[in-house]
């Protein structure tokens, strides 16, 4: 910093300085003179009127002594500080001026050198203007001889040139160079049709006739055969026309030849994609998609096998089919456009054509042909394209695309108003459209093969279901080392499979918005293709397929979903569940993000999709409470149906079919836990397990049972029962339930227990029938509390069980509670 003040003093001052020069000088700051008007004052020191005497007069007469001495000061300040200004800007400048003045003087010794030169220069020409004057005089007289004999010259080249005509004409037609005939005879034509008149003119012109004439029809014949180049072709046509054919019925034979080669080109293509005996006779063998633990790119059977080998029916791929269809037909097609319009276009715009309205006849001529050859070679790009099938490399139809829609704008430059260009962007947004369907198609599949392996995973006994310990065991994978063992790792398996497979298709597709691809950035492709193609048609299609096809496992029996494993439906409704939490809201996300799309159009919101999953997560789950509650309702109904309770025996112990039925409910609470969070429970009494002696023995249940020896007994019974069911909590048996384990494991009891208490209405008991009833119901609530979220739940309904069975007893004598409870604790 201390090194930096002196620098910028030293400028500041230099800068000062300057500009007092500048306001003594009367300059402005860009150094011209300032064009402000001059002040006239003769007090002005700076003014070019200044006097000294009226300046001194002014000071004395208005200033006091002490004033005049600081006036007189800060002139002499001022005085010295400019003259040591005007010394440093002279000491600063001396090598400026130096140099200034070498310069001058080497400029005074170089141009009077200059001015020698130009003297003795001035001289020379002076001597050579009088040189070339005398050569001028000397020659005059022969200039006009030599003048004459040159132009006989030129007459004699030209009649020679006339009277060799017709050889150089034949020699021309037998080396089979037209083209210079034609220019020959053209040079001649207008000499030998002026002086036709004379014998000698007019037979040379009938031999160059009957010369040229039979040179048209070589070329005629040449251009009927077709079978030169299309250069050679071109020439022929414009040798045609400077011998005066008609235009149109030339650029009706110049297309009819040119078609008939790009025929050829388009039935080359046309016999690619014809089936080949040999390949139609291969068969693919069946394979096996690997289970949803398994890598999930691989993609499933039934669906399009992702294969990089051509199309079986194809003798090379889309890419190769493309490329040749491009280098040979739209090629030779663009050669030929450019020979047209370079003949019968450009060309006929001026002279006698031109006056014909030629080219206008000759541009809807090749619009006609160029229409009518490209709907054909469209025709066949497109079945090309329907044969690709596999949906693994989607990279060869991409640059195959590319290449097309990239060859098919030469055509949109040589021909401006054609439809070419349009018809082949339409066939690229629909491949592009069929690919996506194809990739749903592989995605659906893929989905419901994954779940065929589930329920084989489901149904192989290995597979536990359970936690340790727990009770029952459902299948697993018969192979694979790495075979998921629960549900947990089912769901696990099946989810990150699914979302692999949709990432898959995602970046397979993602390759048609590629930056090098020509048709990516186009308008009418990419919004429309990311917002309506892939968002909407594949992704958002599959996510509803997924809900649509897991509601589908809720159809009544004998449908698909009366054979559904129960554990399945659990599964699919957690999985629905996850998508309507996260998982949708992800996919959406990402597809987003990769193709940067822009929703002009109406697109379905995520929330509509995750309501959509969630109700189909609550139709699985309320039908797999359904189908479990009616699995054990099965078992109570057939032991309340198949018993004889009026004649049985005096229970010993608790009926087989209530241990089944409390096994079963602790392997379904297992079985959900595992998926499911736990739930809320209503605080439990310290003696749930043992209230129902308290219930069974209250003074409630006691009256009803002692009321029935008296000759009223029916209706006060009734009367009590109704009275307690109006003042009791009405239970939906069907309700939905919430996602959690707590409420799955009510609505399962309860319909379990509402069908145990109808089949009891339906049955007629004896003393040791009601009794055997009520130890089941006390073994029943020793288990079942513990699952439910309300204890009294279980106790209203199995009160209700053991009342019914009461009213319906003959010999209603309960059980004494100590008797059940010994009997409950051996069972």
């Known amino acids: 910093m201390d090194a930096e003040a002196p620098v910028s003093d030293d400028s500041g001052r230099k800068r000062k300085v300057h500009g007092m020069l500048k306001l003594y000088y009367g300059l402005n700051e860009e150094g011209k003179a300032d064009e402000k008007p001059q002040?006239?004052?003769?007090?002005?020191?700076?003014?070019?009127?200044?006097?000294?005497?009226?300046?001194?007069?002014?000071?004395?007469?208005?200033c006091s002594l002490a004033e005049l001495m600081d006036q007189e000061t800060c002139m002499v300040k001022?005085?010295?500080?400019?003259?040591?200004?005007?010394?440093?800007?002279?000491?600063?400048?001396?090598?400026?001026?130096?140099?200034?003045?070498?310069?001058?003087r080497k400029m005074k010794n170089d141009f009077k050198k200059m001015e020698d030169e130009m003297d003795c220069l001035s001289a020379n020409m002076a001597a050579i203007t009088d040189f070339s004057a005398r050569i001028s005089g000397t020659l005059e007289d022969q200039h006009a001889q030599i003048t004459k004999l040159s132009g006989v010259h030129t007459l004699l080249r030209k009649l020679q040139f006339l009277f060799e005509l017709p050889a150089r004409l034949n020699k021309c037609l037998e080396l089979q160079a037209y083209a210079q005939a034609v220019s020959s005879h053209r040079r001649a034509r207008c000499v030998l049709q002026q002086y036709s008149h004379l014998p000698s003119f007019k037979g040379i012109q009938d031999d160059c006739h009957a010369i040229m004439d039979k040179l048209a029809q070589e070329l005629r014949q040449k251009f009927r055969d077709g079978g030169s180049s299309a250069k050679d072709l071109s020439e022929c046509v414009e040798l045609l026309l400077q011998l005066e054919e008609p235009a149109e019925e030339l650029c009706?034979?110049?297309?009819?030849?040119?078609?008939?080669?790009?025929?050829?080109?388009?039935?080359?293509?046309?016999?690619?994609?014809?089936?080949?005996?040999?390949?139609?006779?291969?068969?693919a063998g069946p394979g096996r998609r690997p289970s949803p633990s398994a890598a999930a790119g691989s993609p499933p059977d039934g669906t399009p096998k992702a294969s990089a080998l051509p199309s079986p029916t194809s003798n090379s791929d889309i890419l190769e089919f493309i490329d040749r269809g491009c280098n040979e037909f739209v090629s030779c097609l663009c050669l030929v456009i450019t020979s047209y319009q370079e003949l019968f276009v450009n060309?006929?715009?001026?002279?006698?054509?031109?006056?014909?309205?030629?080219?206008?006849?000759?541009?809807?001529?090749?619009?006609?042909?160029?229409?009518?050859?490209?709907?054909?070679?469209?025709?066949?790009?497109?079945?090309?394209?329907?044969e690709e099938k596999g949906v693994a490399d989607n990279s060869l139809l991409v640059r195959a695309l590319d290449r097309f829609h990239r060859r098919l704008q030469a055509v949109a430059k040589l021909l401006p108003g054609s439809s070419v260009p349009n018809r082949g962007t339409e066939i690229v947004i629909r491949a592009a459209t069929e690919r996506v369907k194809q990739y749903l198609a592989a995605l659906q599949s893929f989905y419901v093969d994954s779940l065929t392996d589930v329920r084989q995973a489901l149904a192989t006994?290995?597979?536990s279901l359970a936690a340790p310990g727990g009770g029952s065991h459902f299948g697993g994978p018969a192979s694979g080392r790495d075979a998921p063992t629960g549900l947990p790792e089912l769901l696990s398996s099946l989810s990150a499979s699914i979302l692999n497979q949709i990432k898959s298709v995602l970046a397979s597709v993602h390759l048609f918005t590629a930056k090098d691809i020509t048709f990516s950035n186009k308008p009418y492709f990419k919004g429309e293709f990311c917002c309506q193609g892939v968002r909407e048609s594949l992704v958002v299609s599959f996510i509803k397929f997924v809900c649509q096809s897991s509601r589908q496992f809720c159809e009544s029996a004998g449908d698909k979903g009366g054979s559904t494993p129960p554990a399945l439906l659990l599964l699919l409704s957690r999985l629905c569940l996850d998508y309507e939490t996260s998982t949708i809201s992800y996919i959406l996300t990402l597809t987003d993000e990769q193709f940067l799309a822009q929703h002009h159009s109406p697109v379905t919101a995520?929330?509509?999709?995750?309501?959509?999953?969630?109700?189909?997560?609550?139709?699985?789950?309320?039908?797999?409470?359904?189908?479990?509650?009616?699995?054990?309702?099965?078992?109570?109904?057939?032991?309340?149906?198949?018993?004889?309770?009026?004649?049985?025996i005096e229970p010993r112990n608790v009926r087989a079919v209530m241990k089944r039925v409390v096994e079963d409910t602790t392997s379904i609470d297992v079985q959900v836990g595992l998926l499911y969070e736990e739930g809320v429970r209503k605080a439990h009494s310290s003696d749930s397990s043992k209230r129902t002696f308290s219930v069974y023995s209250s003074s409630r249940q006691q009256t009803r049972y002692a009321a029935s020896y008296t000759p009223s007994a029916p209706m006060d019974t009734n009367l009590l029962s109704n009275i307690h069911k109006l003042f009791s909590e009405r239970i939906d048996i069907f309700s939905?339930?919430?996602?959690?384990k707590v409420s799955v494991m009510t609505g399962i009891i309860k319909i379990s227990l509402k069908t145990f208490l109808e089949c009891v209405r339906l049955r007629t008991f004896g003393r040791y029938g009601l009794q055997q009833i009520q130890v089941d119901c006390h073994y029943l609530q020793m288990y079942l509390w513990r699952f439910v979220s309300d204890e009294n739940l279980v106790h209203f309904l199995l009160d209700e069980i053991v009342g019914s069975s009461a009213h319906r007893c003959l010999d209603p004598a309960p059980m004494e509670q100590s008797v059940i409870e010994v009997i409950c604790e051996r069972g």
Not at 616 to 632: D, E, F, P, R, S
């Open 347 to 386: 060309h006929a715009q001026t002279g006698e054509l031109a006056s014909k309205n030629i080219p206008q006849m000759a541009n809807s001529k090749l619009h006609a042909f160029v229409d009518d050859l490209a709907a054909r070679y469209f025709s066949l790009v497109e079945r090309r394209i329907q």
């Open 78 to 104: 001022q005085i010295r500080s400019l003259d040591s200004d005007m010394q440093t800007l002279v000491y600063e400048n001396y090598n400026k001026f130096i140099s200034a003045t070498d310069t001058i």
């Open 606 to 648: 995520v929330t509509a999709l995750c309501a959509e999953a969630r109700e189909a997560a609550q139709k699985l789950l309320n039908h797999y409470v359904k189908v479990q509650g009616l699995i054990i309702s099965q078992m109570l109904r057939k032991s309340v149906e198949t018993r004889d309770w009026v004649n049985t």
């Open 736 to 740: 939905s339930v919430e996602f959690n």
């Open 39 to 62: 002040s006239l004052d003769p007090c002005d020191v700076n003014g070019p009127h200044f006097d000294p005497e009226d300046y001194l007069n002014k000071l004395r007469r208005e």
């Open 461 to 463: 006994p290995r597979l």
């Open 252 to 283: 009706e034979k110049f297309l009819s030849h040119a078609g008939a080669r790009l025929t050829l080109d388009l039935q080359s293509l046309e016999a690619e994609i014809r089936p080949s005996p040999s390949a139609s006779a291969v068969k």
